[in-house]
């Protein structure tokens, strides 16, 4: 089956470092992306891991380690506007490259 | 740059009625993916067209259609509406089929 997991809820204060993680299974993996998503709007892409290693991106920087099934997600300088969910999706490899979401974690940013 | 366009906005249906989703995808785009995404859901996986025959096909009801025309744009044909299918239905589109990172900004279906 496919299983990929968050926390639900994380917090966090203005200026400081969160890390949000994102564990899978998967029947088949082509690539892990993560999405910011503001109540009612669309997901906003963030980054794209296909290869183990960390992308970084301005404040926001993604790691990927296949072999564990794992990702993360680390926001730096974290400001008000970083209140949102962040959805972690694993792009199958059936291809067809459809992507499967995780739960999504809810990410509270307080001054 | 042009992003992924969908409309209505907004829709609001009675139990029964058939509504219709439309989504326009980023010019070039040859694939469109539906999600839908209950209310405090992450988004499912509903179906998806690659050069307008369908690709792949997810969590659906048989009581909901698509297709991609001949521009690239589709549309989800939703009949016999449930209660249940209020939600938001995005579409996203990728060239190629590398998953869809671009998402329109939704359509909030709500059935009452």
């Known amino acids: 089956g496919q299983n990929i997991d968050q926390p639900t809820e994380m917090t966090a204060t203005e200026g400081a470092i969160v890390q949000i993680n994102c564990t899978y299974q998967t029947s088949g993996f082509n690539g892990l992306f993560w999405y910011q998503q503001h109540a009612g709007e669309a997901p906003t892409f963030l980054s794209y891991n296909v290869l183990d290693g960390l992308e970084e991106k301005g404040r926001f920087s993604s790691f990927l380690s296949r072999s564990k099934g794992y990702s993360y997600l680390l926001l730096k300088e974290l400001q008000m506007k970083d209140s949102a969910s962040y959805l972690c999706a694993v792009r199958d490899e059936d291809g067809t490259d459809k992507l499967i979401f995780g739960t999504g974690t809810r990410l509270q940013v307080f001054p | 740059a042009a992003g992924v366009i969908q409309s209505p906005r907004h829709l609001i249906k009675e139990k029964r009625e058939t509504a219709t989703l439309k989504c326009y995808p980023i010019p070039r785009h040859d694939t469109v993916y539906w999600y839908q995404q209950g209310p405090g859901q992450d988004p499912q996986f509903l179906i998806s067209?690659?050069?307008?025959?369908?690709?792949d096909k997810g969590s659906i009801p048989d009581r909901f259609s698509a297709q991609q025309f001949s521009d690239y744009h589709s549309e989800l044909n939703m009949s016999s509406l449930e209660l249940g299918d209020s939600a938001l239905y995005f579409c996203a589109s990728s060239l190629g089929g590398t998953g869809g990172r671009d998402f329109g900004q939704g359509t909030r279906l709500t059935v009452v």
């Open positions: 067209f690659y050069e307008k025959m369908q690709s």
